[in-house]
């Protein structure tokens, strides 16, 4: 079951960085110029059922795209307000009070675009209360529990192991049930893998809109510390480097230490690399490395150590359903990170 939950977590980690990385977008600087502000659904315009009592922040479920990053209504300025207050409050954080029954719109006004939704209120009781709902809400609270506004290391450390926490609970009990957002199924899917039923507009766990906000928190910090990006505040500089055909290797050499923030950042980056349960002092990730002499493509493993200057590129090539080490050849002349332009790319003769 473990092993099951952990195969799901990738598979949701992917599918929400697809929900919150758009073509277009880089650095994760505050968003000045949106192209697209709209719900959790790709709409303008929604509806949405929650029962009575339900207390959350509608605009975890709002996603605001930019050319420079990626956020909810949440992590931003916004206004929020409820046609109806006796029947919906919010505030001007976007907490929304669902007092009793029935029906309300809210509106949302965010970087420049308003967005509706339109609420039912139905009498609490009303949606079936089955264990993975009972089990998403417990994890949904976690989740939730002291949500930054903004990341360091120490902090992204604590938001990345709750979110993972969050999915792989997910993962087990509700997948077949639920949205990872909370909303019920028309049908319930056969297996947490089938993604051909619609959800419906019952909003059955409201606190699970903070995973979306999580996700974009953490993806933020992704963009903005990952060593291996141009687009990146902190991306590596190479002092200098070197390739030993006798040992197989590259060594690399920085002009500034490994930081926190690039070690967390690199682990969000290349989460097949790292695994879960990375730790705070190195992450795996992989480069590109071009042959010119052989005018051929191959992939680098590296491991990063936190305060290190310096690190070692070891070359593989896929061959029969794996990688292989792959060897450097004296004279040749190679560049490392090519492919993906990474600090520009470095050539360096194989001695």
Known sequence: MERSGKRFVRMAVFLAMTLFCMAGMHRPTPVRAAVRVDWYDGEMETDMAVEAGSKFYIGDFVRVFSVDTSATASLLSASYRSQNAKIASVNGKGYLNAKKAGMTDITVSCQGKTLLCHLTVEKKGTFVQSEAVKELKAAAKTLAKGMPKKLNAAKGYTLKRKRDAYLIAYGMYSANKLAYDGFLFENERPAPDTVSDRRSAMLAVPEAGRYLTAEALLRQFQLSNNPASLESKKTMR???????????????????????????????????????????????????????????????????????????????????????????VRGHVYMIGSDMNWANGTKVTAQ
Do not use: C
Request: no cysteine; net charge positive; glycine share 8%.
């Open 238 to 328: 190479i002092a200098s480097a070197t390739a030993s055909s006798k040992k197989g290797k590259f060594t690399v050499r920085l002009a500034g230490k490994i930081s926190a923030e690039q070690i967390l950042a690199a682990q969000l980056a290349f989460p097949d690399e790292n695994g879960y349960d990375a730790l705070k002092t190195k992450a795996n990730m992989t480069v590109s490395i071009f042959d010119e002499t052989d005018r051929a493509y191959y992939r680098g493993n590296l491991t990063l150590k936190k305060g290190s200057k310096q690190f070692e590129v070891e070359p593989v090539v896929y061959v029969y359903g794996g990688y292989v080490r792959k060897e450097l």
